[in-house]
């Protein structure tokens, strides 16, 4: 808008903002990954990431809150102080930022706050996604087994996909490692999405982060296998990004483990990583940025 005065730009600036979210510092990867900090208008701190991958696709992990409720022991975000739920204007703000520098075509709702506690405003947010070019089939939401939210996106008219968030092939490891588990135990989690797979006919991705001497051993894999029915679910195994708290399963045990689950007829995948050295992989969101 350079052919209005100057004065007029700033007053538009100020009074009519492009965003409700205000860049703060952003981050860049060798491998092309973008992590940017944000504040909300009330001080709040939000993080989002664009990951860029050889094929051309770029995706956009997006937060729902700011901070996280959820405590979940291996994960950055949960180490943080709560903040509040985003408003859908906020969410979908954070992937507008990309999309002004590039076109996006892929959106998982990963990372920061568990979506299915806010999820009036990420729906809201999904229904205008298609608006910035991401449709709904290339859009994902995570989950850690929150129970009434797997129940509601089964009844979503959306074809958006579901990830649940697993990480333990039993309550007792899924407990120490993500005391939600203690409010909705597994049975009641994988109940939950066979209903999602009955009404919706889609398969659920389950995410399974590698901890080193943890949640990897071959009986943990032999355990996950006879959990989860080969014809509903894909398993997407996650090199553990460094948080502090643990130590992350080696290349090796990771391949000896997605083998046993291959051996049970479990498909299984190994998540590439991205923007690991600015902390922007999995799990590693927490309003700081590196470098």
Request: proline letters at 5%.
């Amino acid at each position: 808008m350079t052919n209005l005065p100057a004065a007029l730009r700033d007053l538009l600036a100020t009074s009519v903002p492009l965003s409700t979210l205000e860049v703060v510092e952003e981050a860049k990867s060798d491998d092309g990954t973008v992590k940017t900090l944000f504040r909300t208008a009330d001080g709040k701190s939000v993080e989002a990431v664009l990951m860029r991958y050889r094929d051309g696709r770029r995706s956009v992990c997006l937060s729902s809150q700011s901070g996280c409720p959820l405590t979940c022991t291996f994960c950055a975000t949960g180490q943080m102080k709560f903040g509040r739920n985003l408003s859908a204007d906020e969410i979908l703000d954070q992937a507008l930022h990309f999309r002004r520098v590039e076109a996006i075509d892929h959106v998982v709702f990963m990372g920061m706050g568990e979506p299915t506690m806010n999820l009036d405003a990420v729906l809201a947010a999904c229904e205008r996604l298609p608006d910035v070019g991401v449709t709904h089939r290339r859009t994902a939401i995570s989950t850690v087994g929150w129970v009434p939210g797997i129940d509601r996106l089964a009844g979503c008219e959306m074809p958006v996909s579901l990830a649940l968030s697993l990480h333990a092939p039993n309550d007792g490891l899924r407990s120490q490692l993500m005391p939600v588990n203690d409010r909705y135990p597994l049975a009641e989690v994988l109940a939950a999405c066979e209903r999602y797979r009955a009404r919706r006919r889609r398969k659920v991705f389950v995410e399974y982060v590698m901890l080193d001497g943890v949640n990897d051993l071959p009986e943990h894999a032999r355990q996950l296998a006879e959990l989860l029915d080969p014809r509903g679910y894909k398993v997407n195994l996650i090199p553990y990004n460094p948080t502090g708290a643990y130590d992350g399963s080696s290349p090796e045990r990771i391949e000896r483990f997605r083998a046993i689950l291959a051996e049970h007829r479990l498909t299984a995948t190994v998540r590439l990583t991205r923007g690991r050295e600015i902390a922007a992989a999995c799990g590693q969101l927490a309003a700081s940025l590196a470098g």
